[in-house]
């Protein structure tokens, strides 16, 4: 029985022998102590010409909650794809710690690494329940035989509630995930990355067609997140990034525009011209009425 249980893990369809792996995904070593978790240096992407980033650096922190809004086109869909390797920049670097090149893996590699993304429409398997969804996530063997016969154990069905509780969906643990609201089905998923025990989540538009109450929970989810993970929150919605944002990172043009706390960020001139199309009056300092206008036009 040992001998075919043991020839059927080496024949695996999906397994990949270990000589096979890039010893950078295999054998790293993830290294914080002398600076962030990620780390873009002088990136620069072109598509046809055009530059969707220009020279792009960006550092986010272990256990940091960071936020990215700028205007369509200023390559924050972009930056993401170089992040988890769906695209690689012309020029410069992207490290994941001190010494995991980014660059030199590819997007399986980089999300068994520890980097993962929620895109902004929620992709969940909507015949399956709640608890289902997040069995099907969980970072475990995923051969065929192993998926088909095994059952969790105690301490993974532990790991579920644990993740169902989060969420705030352990009283829908049975419902299928296609009869779940629009902002549940986005918990979802969180819920389904969060069962890959990532070190990184990448939030793109988490709050868009949701209503209020479930923006409020999905702000109080992502806070509840950061210092146990990296967040990293790409939103259009004004109102909502000003309720969790510790540190606001603005795009425009593939560059960085501004950086900072969400009070300097409002009260930037460069960024009320450049980012919202308006330019401050001189008699009135306070940018709160072009930020209420803008977050009001993008949310209808």
Not at 94 to 120: C, H, M, S, V
Not at 253 to 273: C, H, K, S, T, W
Request: glycine letters at 8%; hydrophobic letters at 40%.
């Amino acid at each position: 029985m040992k001998l075919i249980d043991g020839t059927r893990e080496l024949f695996r369809r999906d397994g990949v022998f270990d000589f096979m792996i890039p010893a950078k995904a295999r054998d790293h070593i993830l290294d914080t102590t002398h600076g962030p978790i990620l780390y873009l240096d002088s990136v620069t992407v072109s598509f046809d010409g055009f530059k969707a980033l220009d020279g792009l650096s960006l550092y986010v922190d272990q256990g940091e909650l960071r936020c990215i809004i700028g205007p369509n086109g200023a390559g924050k869909t972009t930056l993401m794809d170089v992040i988890t390797g769906k695209t690689r920049p012309d020029h410069g670097e992207a490290y994941f710690g001190q010494q995991i090149n980014l660059l030199r893996l590819d997007e399986p590699e980089i999300a068994r690494l520890g980097i993962g993304r929620k895109f902004q429409k929620p992709t969940v398997f909507e015949h399956h329940s709640v608890f289902e969804n997040l069995e099907l996530a969980m970072h475990t063997n995923k051969d065929v035989w192993y998926t088909l016969f095994a059952r969790p154990t105690g301490e993974q069905r532990d790991r579920i509630d644990e993740v169902m509780t989060d969420i705030g969906l352990i009283d829908h643990s049975a419902r299928q995930a296609g009869l779940l609201s629009h902002g549940q089905k986005q918990w979802l998923e969180i819920g389904m990355l969060l069962m890959q025990e990532p070190l990184v989540l990448l939030v793109d538009e988490p709050v868009a067609g949701m209503t209020q109450q479930e923006i409020e929970h999905t702000a109080a989810l992502l806070e509840s997140l950061a210092g146990k993970h990296s967040v990293v929150v790409v939103e259009h919605d004004m109102a909502f990034v000003r309720s969790i944002a510790r540190r606001v990172t603005v795009l425009h043009e593939g560059r960085v525009l501004a950086e900072g706390p969400m009070d300097d960020i409002q009260n930037n001139p460069e960024v009320i011209e450049v980012y919202l199309g308006e330019s401050i009056d001189a008699g009135d300092q306070s940018t709160e009425p072009v930020l209420r206008r803008q977050s009001y036009a993008v949310g209808h």
